[in-house]
Structure formats: structure tokens, C-alpha cells
């Protein structure tokens, strides 16, 4: 009867972690962008996310998707990518700040949660079926703007 109580204990312990720990993997968003992108915010910038908003859910998964990272430490930040200040084009949408701008205006993203883009860095992608992302680095307020847009 003992043993029994025991494993049975052990089983739930587990069964709550592991809950636990899907909890937390379900609500980070950084995950999302693996998957899509291969592109990972790297652990020990010590990054959290402080805002998010997206378009409605649609059958095909299309749509614009707005997240915001700050972070304490730079250094992996800076390595992540060959970071522009200049402005690129997008395949759709233009410059980078045409396209953002387009793209949050199309969720209703007040202006006080957008980026200022005289401030940012740059880096883009695009996929073949369409999809776009950019992200915008402000290093002075330690913030990462990532903008997608799928079609």
C-alpha cells in the first residue's frame, strides 16, 4: 500500500511539472518564431516578452502578428544577425518602415507600441509563400520589435 502511494505521488509530481513546463513553452512566443523563421532569440539575452497583438485567427493561418521583446544582456542580440540601418524593400510592402507601419496599422497597434524607427536596426525575410518578417533592434531602449506578416 505504501509503494503505491509513493508512485502514486512520483506520477503526479511529474504529471505537474510537466504541465508546468508545456504551460510555459505554449505562452513564449519565441518558439512560434523557430518554427516559422529558424530564428531564435538566444536564452541568455534574458529576453521576456512585454507586449503582443495579432490579427484575428483565420483557417489558413494568414495575417499580421506584432510581439515586442526587452532583454538585459546585448551581446547575443547583436551577434544574431548582420543588423542594417539602412532601409531594404520588402517583396510587397516597400521600405521597412512602409511595410511595418503597414502591416501594425492593419492590427490597430496604438502608436505608443510601435517602434521608433530612427532609433532601430533592421533585419528581413521573406518565404516562399509569401510571408515576411522583420525585426527592428532598439538598442537604446534594449527592445525587439518582431513584425510578421503572412499571406
Not at 513564449?28 to 484575428?56: A, G, L, M, R
Request: glycine share 4%; hydrophobic share 35%; with cysteine.
Amino acid at each position: 500500500m505504501k509503494k503505491k502511494t509513493i508512485v502514486s505521488v512520483i506520477f503526479a509530481l511529474i504529471l505537474l511539472v510537466s504541465g508546468m513546463m508545456y504551460w510555459k513553452y505554449s505562452n513564449d512566443y519565441t518558439h512560434v518564431i523557430k518554427e516559422n523563421w529558424n530564428i531564435s532569440i538566444p536564452s541568455d539575452s534574458h529576453y521576456s516578452e512585454v507586449y503582443s497583438k495579432d490579427s484575428e485567427s483565420s483557417f489558413n493561418g494568414d495575417g499580421v502578428r506584432y510581439h515586442v521583446f526587452t532583454y538585459k544582456n546585448e551581446e547575443p542580440i547583436e551577434k544574431m544577425f548582420s543588423w542594417k540601418k539602412d532601409q531594404g524593400k520588402t517583396i510587397y510592402d516597400g521600405h521597412y518602415i512602409d511595410a511595418t507601419n503597414k502591416w501594425l496599422d492593419e492590427i490597430n497597434v496604438l502608436a505608443i507600441s510601435r517602434p521608433t524607427h530612427t532609433d532601430c536596426v533592421y533585419w528581413y525575410k521573406s518565404h516562399e509563400d509569401h510571408s515576411e518578417i522583420i525585426i527592428l533592434w532598439n538598442k537604446k531602449e534594449k527592445r525587439l520589435y518582431v513584425v510578421e506578416s503572412f499571406m
